[in-house]
């Protein structure tokens, strides 16, 4: 099979397959444009297994150039534009990447990048002094056939978020473009009528998959935003673009509340919000319910699963597995926090030259997250953070991600945000500390409020510092850096001690 040319061979000819601001493609010309992508690729030499970069924003020449890499038997990699040179680097290097496609105003800064590299990748862009002007040679390139691989070689990469240390490069094979619409199709009732819309960009695993893979083999309307995302933007693209599907993450639908937006967003035609990426508050949850008339459905899934593996539909919280997903436990205790392993058609096949990562999370075909989840009635799920965000205190556990969620409830659109993280107490017991980022103009009503909902927890989980602090970590996705959050502690703690 050829995962490109399985995600495009459903829509119909004439249907728009993908708006992005004024421009918009359809699916024949989608796929004859992919086929000449596939053809310049393979005119500059690529060969088979050999891995490209989409480094540029979110646009209908990314998808082209990306599923081109893919029909011709590259291997695509998505990777954050706006990541810094340090940073970016060494992604270049540890993949040994062999083309870098780019933005044309991003042109001459890659070239000099790669041109640091021990191995140099040849630079692909619209225009620039050093690269290669794709744009010309679209369109002079000749059409060509699908490079046939086998369901298991590789044939795209994600990078891991990094909340809990350096980004990993999970490998994909083909098969992952086997049935990616399965949670769009059984769970969001989603077909060739729906317009799908995600806030997240492409190079992140939550979007490529459950928006633009999803919406590809259902033969809908995919639309696409260069621009970053913020309340005021998701608000623009509804307007403009009449999404029917909305796919962003907790910290968004967040602020939508916190900034008056969310209501604004209620009749416009959107059948379901969904969520994932972290977990979702209940207060966020229940402000969506109350404002917009509809809660967002919460979805878990990882760059390993890719598409979405989990999903829960009510105020309770819990959850299931999507439609395909077969779960099993790692221990026999229902009662305890435990990681589980997962099953489904768009598995990775492992991590990118990490074999103790992959000797821990990956076997014979099922994959084990590193976070932690709670047997509930009717086999739901309780999802508890990662088995590192777990502590005994008291004898009793304690997920900070519990905490956290209490207390940006009691807290309301007082607090931006709130983190809480396990660390030692000066005689070495485990206790927890919690940082949050007050609302500008709430200060003094958000320390009420938080010490309010710090006083209504149980004794066992009340934290044992609170840090005000301007801002929390957050990755180049936006979602809360939760390997910086004890070093943002001790580093709160030494500057109010006086050190």
């Known amino acids: 099979m050829n995962a490109a040319e399985r995600l495009l061979c459903v829509g119909a000819d004439r249907a728009v397959a993908l708006e992005c601001g004024d421009d918009r493609i359809d699916y024949a010309t989608l796929r004859e444009s992919v086929r000449r992508a596939g053809g310049v690729w393979q005119s500059l030499g690529l060969e088979t297994g050999e891995r490209i970069v989409i480094l540029a924003r979110d646009s209908i020449d990314w998808v082209v150039a990306y599923l081109g890499a893919v029909w011709a038997g590259g291997v695509a990699i998505g990777v954050n534009p706006r990541l810094p040179p340090a940073d970016l680097a060494p992604i270049l290097a540890d993949s040994e990447v062999r083309f870098v496609w780019c933005d044309e105003d991003e042109a001459a800064g890659c070239c000099a990048r790669a041109k640091a590299l021990p191995l140099p990748p040849v630079v692909v862009a619209s225009g620039g002094p050093d690269g290669v002007d794709w744009k010309s040679a679209l369109r002079a390139a000749a059409p060509i056939g699908p490079c046939e691989r086998g369901d298991d070689d590789p044939a795209l990469w994600i990078g891991t978020s990094g909340t809990t240390g350096v980004p990993k490069g999970v490998v994909h094979p083909q098969r992952v473009a086997a049935s990616p619409e399965s949670f769009a199709r059984e769970v969001l009732k989603a077909g060739?009528?729906?317009?799908?819309?995600?806030?997240?960009?492409?190079?992140?695993?939550?979007?490529?998959?459950?928006?633009?893979?999803?919406?590809?083999?259902?033969?809908?309307?995919?639309?696409?935003?260069?621009?970053?995302?913020?309340?005021?933007?998701?608000?623009?693209?509804?307007?403009?673009?009449?999404?029917?599907?909305?796919?962003?993450?907790?910290?968004?639908?967040?602020?939508?509340?916190?900034?008056?937006?969310?209501?604004?967003?209620?009749?416009?035609?959107?059948?379901?919000?969904?969520?994932?990426?972290?977990?979702?508050?209940?207060?966020?949850?229940?402000?969506?319910?109350?404002?917009?008339?509809?809660?967002?459905?919460?979805?878990?899934?990882?760059?390993?699963?890719?598409?979405?593996?989990?999903?829960?539909?009510?105020?309770?919280?819990?959850?299931?597995?999507?439609?395909?997903?077969?779960?099993?436990?790692?221990?026999?205790?229902?009662?305890?926090?435990?990681?589980?392993?997962?099953?489904?058609?768009?598995?990775?096949?492992?991590?990118?030259?990490?074999?103790?990562?992959?000797?821990?999370?990956?076997?014979?075909?099922?994959?084990?997250?590193?976070?932690?989840?709670?047997?509930?009635?009717?086999?739901?799920?309780?999802?508890?953070?990662?088995?590192?965000?777990?502590?005994?205190?008291s004898g009793q556990w304690v997920s900070t991600l519990w905490i956290e969620h209490a207390l940006a409830e009691a807290c309301g659109d007082s607090i931006e945000q709130v983190a809480a993280v396990g660390a030692p107490t000066a005689e070495g017991l485990a206790s927890i500390a919690v940082l949050a980022v007050a609302a500008v103009g709430r200060e003094d009503d958000a320390r009420l409020r938080l010490a309010a909902g710090i006083e209504a927890l149980p004794k066992y989980r009340r934290p044992s510092w609170v840090h005000w602090v301007p801002a929390l970590p957050l990755t180049a996705t936006g979602k809360l850096q939760r390997s910086r959050l004890r070093e943002t502690h001790d580093l709160a703690l030494a500057h109010e001690s006086g050190r």
């Open 192 to 393: 060739h009528d729906d317009r799908f819309y995600s806030s997240s960009k492409l190079f992140f695993a939550y979007a490529l998959a459950n928006s633009l893979f999803a919406g590809l083999r259902l033969g809908a309307t995919v639309m696409l935003d260069r621009e970053r995302a913020s309340p005021e933007r998701v608000l623009a693209m509804v307007e403009r673009h009449r999404p029917t599907l909305v796919f962003t993450v907790p910290t968004l639908y967040n602020r939508m509340l916190l900034d008056g937006v969310a209501p604004k967003l209620a009749h416009r035609g959107i059948r379901h919000f969904i969520s994932a990426g972290e977990a979702l508050p209940a207060s966020v949850r229940g402000g969506w319910e109350r404002g917009v008339g509809t809660a967002p459905i919460s979805g878990y899934g990882t760059s390993e699963t890719l598409c979405l593996v989990l999903y829960g539909d009510d105020e309770s919280g819990l959850l299931r597995p999507t439609p395909g997903t077969a779960i099993k436990f790692a221990a026999a205790d229902p009662e305890s926090p435990q990681r589980i392993w997962i099953r489904n058609p768009a598995l990775a096949k492992g991590y990118w030259r990490r074999p103790e990562a992959q000797a821990d999370g990956f076997r014979e075909g099922w994959f084990s997250p590193g976070d932690v989840f709670i047997r509930r009635e009717r086999g739901r799920l309780e999802f508890a953070g990662r088995s590192d965000d777990l502590l005994k205190v």
